[in-house]
């Protein structure tokens, strides 16, 4: 079980440029969310999806885009990068909470930088 | 109405000591807090979580306390150990049929540092 894996771990952009981070798990798990941190922000939802196919808007979902084609990979998009989208984005995914497990099981990170 | 303050920024202990780190919320709506650690350049993980239906919660060194009518709840590490020395993240999540979903609102962090 390698649980939630993120792809790159580590990206360096240049303003303009666009990305795609791919999060996947083997957990069969059904939600999926793709956070940033930011040194004294804490963990910022991004978007986040409760299915296959769908997706939502969360905290912060300016400058993104997210699809989930597929039940075990959350996809998160830059189309034009900005300094400001400059942090780490955790991916992370649970099971609905009804069947009891209430946990987010995070990724490793990847952190991004954009010049 | 959807935050979740958590103080203090960062806290250094000395090894055996007790860190307490304590986390405030408006919403009476949320009824699961979670705690989660995050050691550098991991991805943070679950370490204890608290239903509001009670006041303590303990596991090993970690407790959880929570205090319903004062929206606040806190988590102490007893004995603390430079291994765990991390950030700490409260969070809490609303009640489905208010939010509609399942998502945690997460605390700004503290960074623990425990002194061997």
Not at chain 1, 12 to 32: F, I, P, R, W
Not at chain 1, 86 to 101: I, K, L, M, N, Q
Request: charged share 20%; net charge positive; aromatic share 12%.
């Amino acid at each position: 079980n390698a649980g939630v894996t993120q792809t790159p771990k580590f990206r360096v952009l240049k303003t303009g440029q666009s990305m795609t981070l791919l999060c996947a798990q083997d957990m069969n798990h059904e939600y999926m969310y793709w956070y940033r941190q930011d040194p004294g922000m804490g963990l910022r939802l991004i978007h986040y999806s409760v299915g296959e196919g769908t997706t939502a808007k969360g905290e912060v979902p300016d400058g993104y885009n997210v699809s989930r084609l597929k039940k075990q990979n959350f996809l998160l998009g830059l189309e034009s990068a900005a300094p400001s989208q400059t942090s780490v984005y955790f991916c992370a995914s649970s099971y609905p909470r009804w069947e009891g497990d209430y946990e987010q099981y995070f990724g490793p990170g990847t952190r991004l930088t954009v010049t | 109405q959807q935050q979740v303050k958590q103080s203090p920024q960062s806290l250094i202990v000395q090894k055996g000591g007790i860190s307490i780190i304590n986390c405030a919320y408006e919403n009476t709506a949320f009824d699961y807090f979670p705690w989660y650690q995050q050691f550098p350049g991991k991805g943070p993980a679950l370490l204890i979580a608290i239903r509001p239906d009670v006041s303590e919660k303990k596991e090993g060194r970690f407790t959880i306390s929570f205090n319903k009518s004062a929206k606040q709840f806190s988590l102490h590490i007893m004995d603390s150990q430079p291994g765990d020395s991390a950030t700490y993240f409260c969070a809490a999540s609303p009640r489905v049929r208010v939010s509609g979903t399942y998502k945690y609102i997460f605390g700004t962090g503290t960074r623990l540092k425990v002194l061997a």
